[in-house]
């Protein structure tokens, strides 16, 4: 059971089921699982691909073993007879034999983790054999002479060695190989009784302990490798599922959005049908058109029907606006538009509004601007919503500056600024936001639907332009709207006109004159002038 953290235990405590605790206490519990169900305490799918690793060194390495049992079964024929070694010969290479079929078995079977714990074993006691038949030709005659102790320790060395490095990925068969071997040749040495021998002995049991231990390091390092493939893995599905998720969130918010706009677009038509009405004879009934009314009241009552009827007109439109630009239908109708004439018209529009409530507006326009290439439409509606805003949140008596002038980039900009409250910092995004209102709106009288501010910023990005709103507490809101340099219209340079040169021997002045007068003519009025 792996122990929990204390990342895991903060992440419980508090009862957020985010992502991260889900996936924390999933991985928690599928570790447990697997360790329950493991044959040597790890997962069982690494349980397989540790076999399959230990398989395929076994394999790759089988030509150096069998060079290697065959070289030593030659030089131990010097010290020993001939039948003993070649007998040994030929059951170590049958008992390697059997290794190799062994691991050509499990490589070839298909992936099953319920026979893991049965090729494990045998595994385990073919190397366990293989040690066993290395004791037997390395204490058996040889030790006759003084050689034959550095003899057994050199092969000893190789065996254990080359047995550590390719059997890592199952630490208890390296013990099964080479355990068998380092504990025969130690005892060999040690029951010889001199102080050479028991060096000798000594070293033997060091490099069984080295070597245990680099096998150990290998077995960890292949292991935290799978478990970091595995962990990827995973992280991969879940992305993919999270992205197959997502794209589906996505192509809902999609047919959403479309059946939004056909809605608004189809009650568009059903609202603006009885608002024309009620506009229309509101408007009759406020003028007394047909005679005056025979209650005073009902004259101010006409006069609210129609200015109710306008402000749910002039909302229709908003959200119509807003729902074209979202769905990406809104058509620029672009030609030369002056930015200071359009600023000065919106002015003249709202002076009268902002005169009632004692708002000054000051009017800073840099002189002779060339023309934009914009739709003077949307310049206009960007220009009325900032305008409106600045008035409707501007107290009694504050002040509003307009300013045109250009842009450090060559561009053209149209700035906004008021003496109003101000916008929380926190709040800007709410306010940009399509119905958003701040804590200011919500509290002021003239509370509107949260479309003005929106609109303005989605209309100057169709026209490759930027949106800045900068606003401080209790000191006031500036909006400041650039448009790009490509669409300054700059004017073009006028077009030189070409003199023919004449040559400075001609025979008759007069003639080459005449020809190069009527050539400028026909360059001016035409071939047919």
Known sequence: MPPITSESRELASSGAA???????AAR?????RDRLTSTSGTRPVFDYELLRLFAQNRLSASPLILVLIVTIGLLSGLWTQALSSGVWTVGALIIHLAI??????????????????????????????????????????????????TFMLFVML????????????????????????TVAIALDFALKGTLHDYILAIMALTAEGYFSLLAYRLYSTTLATLEARAEKDALIGELEQSKSISDEARRRAEAANIAKSRFLAQMSHELRTPLNAILGFSEVMKGEIFGQHA??????????????????????????????????????????????????????????????????????????LPKLWADERAVRQICLNLLSNAIKFTPQGGEIWLKVGWTASGGQYMSVKDTGPGIPEEEIPIVL????????????????????????????DLHGGTFTLKSKLRIGTEV?????????????????????????HSPDLSSAADEGGGRAKRALFGAGG
């Open 295 to 368: 209650v005073a009241a009902y004259k101010d009552y006409a006069g609210d029907i129609h200015s109710s009827g306008v402000h749910l007109l002039n909302l229709i439109n908003e959200i119509l606006d807003l729902s074209r630009i979202e769905a990406g239908r809104y058509e620029l109708n672009e030609e030369p538009v002056s930015l200071n004439r359009v600023v000065e018209d919106c002015h003249h529009l709202l002076k009268l509004r902002a005169g009632n409530r004692g708002i000054t507006i000051h009017e800073l326009f840099e002189p002779d």
């Open 18 to 24: 985010s992502p991260v605790t889900r996936r924390l």
């Open 28 to 32: 928690h519990v599928r570790e447990a």
């Open 158 to 181: 190789l065996v254990v060695a080359i047995s550590s490095m390719l059997a890592s990925s199952v630490p208890i068969a390296v013990f099964a190989l080479t355990l068998p071997v």
């Open 480 to 504: 400041v709207v650039t448009f790009p340099p490509e669409r300054v219209m700059s004017a073009l340079a006028p077009i030189a006109e070409r003199v023919p040169s004449i040559a400075p």
């Open 100 to 149: 190799i079929g062994k691991c050509r078995q499990f490589l070839d079977a298909p992936a099953n983790t319920a026979n893991l714990r049965s090729s494990r074993m045998q595994f385990i006691m073919l190397d366990l054999f293989f040690g066993m038949a290395w004791t037997f030709i390395l204490i058996h005659p040889i030790g006759g002479d003084g050689q034959s102790g």
């Open 433 to 460: 936001a399509s119905f958003g209102q701040g804590s200011n709106s919500i509290k002021s009288a003239e509370q509107g639907a949260g479309l003005g501010l929106p609109i303005a910023k989605n209309l100057i």
